[in-house]
């Protein structure tokens, strides 16, 4: 198993109680996003094109553990920006392992060594290390020289610790499925505890907007990827959202399973889109038209979204919405090798991966961003 009992039990009840409580909206993660500067400008990611006044501001641990406590779900997730960058970052996540949260410091893992002695392993605090595939692929992705070999460093050194670690991978249109498989058997044999994988999603403000797959692409992707797995392989997600991103499942999105707050507060409709934000969480679920939202809703920007944080909570409803449900997951958690002849052969098949992204040297740091 890829995540300690403790934590399923934890989130199976805490789902459990909103279903008898009859609550058809509530939060599983919360996306806490204490600032968005970062050390890295990815061609992926739009966060550090906000203005350089913006990228100085920072929640303070106070406000963090407020809106922890007013979302109330299980599990916080800690993206930027760079969350090391932040000087009360130490302070923040233990103040949200007292609370009993399930903590993922999500990091690009620059700082990871330097910063280990602000963390003490927990069962609650896990280190999500992003990294999009092998050494050439990753430093790619991210635009820079040397990320990829800085990051294992930490890993190993967290690691060594006794860390909870975990990798965070998202997959673009220049992907290699059979070097990403690769990929998938060297960080089993590093050791980390499970990996998280995704399509990206197309940033209205990313530097790259060609990278992006469409949903009929990310299916084909992950077929070719996913099918005919290896035992050994953990996933630190639900079983059910990787058969979603195989398509094998169809799901709608529930844009608040994963709410986000940031410095502008809290973000409207999802860590995604950013159109608008609200002072409460009460104010988020009451006052955002939800049916706007989503493949069904005719919307383009989601259109193509098949991102865990819209689409791994409805998998999660739909495992403890019925029996059939759980049985649906125990399967898919029990018989996930996912034999498949027509996936072994697009395997075999996939054109050679295209070369994307400006690479800089390390060491260098985007503007304003020092």
């Not at 609650?124 to 991210?142: I, N």
């Not at 530097?207 to 692409?217: M, Q, V, Y």
């Not at 707050?261 to 002072?279: D, I, S």
Request: include cysteine; hydrophobic fraction near 35%.
């Amino acid at each position: 198993m890829a995540v300690p009992l403790s934590q399923v039990l934890t989130v199976a009840t805490y789902v459990l109680k909103q279903k008898l409580a009859g609550r058809k909206q509530y939060p599983l993660v919360l996306m806490l996003e204490p600032l968005f500067r970062c050390n890295l400008a990815c061609s992926g990611c739009g966060k550090i094109q906000f203005p350089a006044r913006v990228l100085r501001q920072q929640l303070s641990p106070e406000e963090c553990f407020r809106a922890a406590e007013e979302c109330g779900a299980p599990m916080v997730s800690i993206p930027g920006g760079e969350p090391l960058l932040h000087p009360q970052i130490g302070e923040i996540v233990a103040g949200l392992v007292a609370r009993r949260k399930y903590v993922y410091l999500c990091t690009n893992a620059l700082l990871l060594k330097k910063k280990l002695h602000l963390f003490k392993p927990s069962k609650y605090l896990t280190f999500s290390v992003h990294l999009d595939g092998q050494k050439d692929e990753h430093d790619a992705s991210v635009c820079q020289h040397g990320v990829f070999d800085t990051a294992m460093e930490g890993i190993i050194e967290a690691l060594s610790q006794d860390f909870r670690v975990t990798t965070n991978t998202t997959l673009f249109n220049d992907a290699d499925p059979t070097r990403t498989r690769e990929f998938f058997d060297q960080m089993m044999k590093v050791g980390v505890e499970g990996m998280v994988i995704s399509p990206g999603y197309s940033y209205e403000k990313a530097p790259n907007k060609d990278i992006f797959l469409a949903r009929k692409e990310s299916q084909k992707l992950f077929q070719a990827l996913l099918s005919n797995r290896k035992r050994g392989w953990k996933f630190n997600t639900s079983p059910l959202f990787l058969e979603f991103l195989m398509g094998k499942r169809d799901y709608s999105c529930t844009p608040w399973g994963n709410p986000a707050y940031n410095v502008f507060g809290w973000q409207k409709p999802c860590y995604l889109l950013g159109e608008g934000y609200v002072n409460t969480f009460a104010e988020l679920i009451k006052d955002t038209e939800w049916s706007n939202y989503g493949t069904g809703s005719g919307n383009p920007k989601c259109n193509n979204c098949m991102v865990s944080c819209g689409y791994e909570p409805s998998s999660v409803d739909e495992m403890f919405s019925s029996v059939s449900g759980l049985f649906s997951a125990a399967r898919a958690t029990l018989f996930n090798r996912y034999a498949d002849k027509k996936a072994k052969q697009l395997l075999a098949e996939w054109p050679q991966k295209k070369e994307t992204g400006s690479l800089v040297q390390i060491g260098s740091t985007p503007d304003g961003l020092a």
